[in-house]
């Protein structure tokens, strides 16, 4: 079992920069692959980016690639989504999700994750 709690969610001006983190509990984080996605009312989940078991491995959305940054700390069972240069379109609720299915291989469909944490908002004003 694995449960999952994101926080670092704000309001922020175009242009700005938040940390996203998912704390989680369990003694089975690092064998998990993890994932953020993120969601707009009444769209689908989307894919934002994923991570390995051993953070050799991250994947990118091509809305996002070069500005955000993925990264886990499995001393700490937290992943981070370093976001840069927010525009007001990356305003969503952003959730954090986790699989050992997906250790090391590449998952982008929310259909897939197991383990999900409650999301936190994000809002860029512009």
């Known amino acids: 079992q694995v449960q999952l709690v994101e926080s670092g969610g704000g309001l922020v001006q175009a242009g700005g920069s938040l940390r996203l983190s998912c704390a989680a509990s369990g003694r089975t984080f690092s064998n998990n692959g993890m994932g953020w996605f993120r969601q707009t009312p009444g769209k689908e989940r989307k894919f934002v980016s994923y991570i390995s078991w051993s953070g050799s491995t991250t994947v990118y959305a091509d809305s996002v690639k070069g500005r955000f940054t993925i990264s886990r700390d499995n001393a700490k069972n937290t992943l981070y989504l370093q976001m840069n240069s927010l525009k007001p379109e990356d305003t969503a609720v952003y959730y954090c999700?986790?699989?050992?299915?997906?250790?090391?291989?590449?998952?982008?469909?929310?259909?897939?994750?197991?383990?999900w944490g409650q999301g936190t908002q994000v809002t860029v004003s512009s």
């Open positions: 999700a986790a699989d050992p299915r997906w250790r090391d291989r590449v998952q982008q469909a929310h259909q897939s994750y197991y383990y």
